[in-house]
């Protein structure tokens, strides 16, 4: 990505990595560990996290190849590394180590891992196979990568982000923009994606994942506390509480009695292995 790219997508992350993924929803963290999962790591094996923001990835990871393989985890965004860095010394995973690195170039040794990961990260990067390309290089003959990207998602969802359209500019590097776009919207074309990039054994699982939220309130919280902040940003002050009024009417539509709103996402994890 161009460095006016990088620095916009660092400084997102940066600004809410002490919220990310804590405000009480589960979102990053099964996500990731149903690809983690998929990826299958064993101990003793050397693992890439690319685009670890808070370590959804990482530590199911670090405990799957335990002290006897290694993890390099990389993010683009220096507070994010910073923040996750200190959890992981807490934790006293000392086969772990993190750095700020553009996933879209990560400058790591070639022919280094046996598997690389990266979860919810590709449609951040300008060129994905460009990208892939570079993931692929880091692996070892055999080695294995895994990416998530988003599937089908409930239509109130999709009304919900339909509301941002109107305040995004064309090309907006953002997984709600993008992520439902061009080759992210079917499995065929993720693959072709890895394909495109020399993968072999290429291969799609599918999985959901169903957000849980008190009331409105409580999914607007969780929608600045990643990525989406960046859209919320777009939205003129004045035009602010109109558009949050009418993503809660919406919500609204699909609330259970006691106001708890579930809306559903699905996940697609595709795998596959250098030549």
Do not use: N
Not at 16 to 22: H, I
Not at 133 to 158: E, Y
Not at 192 to 212: C, D, H, I, N, Q
């Amino acid at each position: 990505m161009t460095d006016e790219q990088g620095r916009r997508i660092a400084a997102v992350f940066d600004s809410v990595a002490a919220t990310y993924d804590t405000v009480g929803v589960d979102w990053f963290t099964p996500i990731a560990a149903g690809l983690v999962r998929e990826l299958a790591p064993a101990a003793g094996e050397r693992a890439v996290d690319i685009g670890c923001g808070r370590g959804a990835a990482l530590y199911p990871l670090a405990q799957a190849v335990g002290p006897t393989g290694h993890v390099t985890a990389l993010d683009l965004s220096a507070e994010m590394v910073r923040l996750t860095r200190a959890d992981v010394e807490a934790r006293g995973l000392r086969w772990v180590d993190l750095l700020v690195a553009d996933a879209a170039s990560p400058g790591l040794p070639p022919g280094t891992y046996d598997l690389a990961c990266a979860s919810l990260v590709l449609f951040f990067v300008h060129d994905p196979v460009g990208a892939l390309r570079a993931w692929r290089d880091l692996l070892v003959p055999g080695g294995r990568l895994g990416i998530s990207t988003f599937g089908p998602r409930d239509q109130v969802w999709v009304d919900v982000d339909a509301l941002f359209q109107p305040y995004l500019p064309p090309g907006m590097l953002d997984p709600r923009v993008r992520g439902a776009t061009g080759p992210y919207t079917s499995d065929a074309g993720v693959e072709g994606l890895l394909v495109e990039a020399g993968f072999r054994e290429v291969r799609t699982v599918g999985s959901r994942v169903t957000a849980r939220f008190e009331d409105g309130e409580h999914w607007y919280r969780w929608s600045r506390s990643h990525a989406q902040r960046a859209m919320w940003d777009r939205i003129p002050p004045e035009e602010l509480d109109g558009v949050k009024a009418a993503a809660f009417a919406l919500l609204a539509t699909v609330a259970e009695p006691s106001g708890v709103i579930l809306l559903t996402q699905g996940i697609r994890y595709t795998l596959g292995e250098r030549p």
